[in-house]
């Protein structure tokens, strides 16, 4: 699915008459600017269970993904359930809720969409592997980094509401982290694989791979 039919079908769910180029407002003021920074709290809390089904669909899809290139028929099912898991999240009714009434989106509900999008495309291309690939050994490779950064993900977010335990999830998921960027030099070649996983990185402030952490 992409991009621009993405954003198209949720603004005909919402009604919100929004727009794939908006961007949050700018130079109008700091009335707004305080507003929009309300916005961005205030989507950020709602967002962060949205956010946690998106890392735990792309952990699900990662394991679907290698059972496809093993043969395994069920790895198919697992793919399925996946993208209806993305698609619960991107479209669901809490989204839907926090588009009603239109105006701008938030930095983060743009990233999220960004994500979202992202991983439909690496669905889409799931959905088409097997056990005869070309190119398995790469394609295994690239689906454990991406379990390994959408686990790092889901952590980080856990750890946000686990008391004294959060900086102890906190240093494994940057470890996780860490291990997915150090790994992605090797799938240079898979685009959908790498700009996923760069994009979580991202989301959680990594550098660039081309500098990656020492592990
Ligand atoms: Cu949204």
Redesign the pocket.
Same mark, same amino acid.
């Given at each position: 699915m992409n991009k621009q039919f993405t954003i198209t079908l949720?603004c005909l769910l919402t009604l919100a008459g929004c727009d794939s180029s908006q961007k949050p407002a700018q130079n109008e003021g700091a009335i707004n600017h305080i507003g929009q920074m309300k916005l961005d709290h205030t989507q950020d809390k709602q967002m962060q269970p949205l956010q946690m089904l998106l890392g735990q669909a792309l952990v699900m899809a990662a394991y679907g993904a290698n059972m496809k290139l093993d043969g395994n028929d069920q790895g198919q099912n697992l793919l399925v359930d996946a993208t209806g898991l993305l698609r619960r999240a $991107?479209s669901g009714p809490e $989204?839907t809720m $926090? &588009?009603k009434g239109g105006g701008d989106?938030s930095a983060s $509900?743009h990233q999220? &969409?960004d994500l979202g999008d992202t991983a439909f495309d690496l669905l889409d291309l799931m959905m088409g592997l097997s056990a005869d690939d070309s190119h398995a050994v790469q394609l295994r490779k690239a689906n454990e980094l991406l379990a390994m950064a959408a686990s790092g993900h889901n952590m980080l977010l856990q750890a946000e509401s686990a008391g004294e335990l959060g900086a102890v999830m906190q240093k494994h998921a940057r470890e996780l982290l860490n291990q997915a960027e150090a790994g992605l030099a090797g799938i240079e070649g898979l685009g959908e694989y790498h700009k996923l996983i760069l994009h979580l990185l991202r989301m959680h402030g990594m550098k660039d791979h081309h500098t990656p952490a020492k592990i």
């Open positions: 949720l $991107m $989204m $926090m &588009h989106m $509900m999220i &969409h």
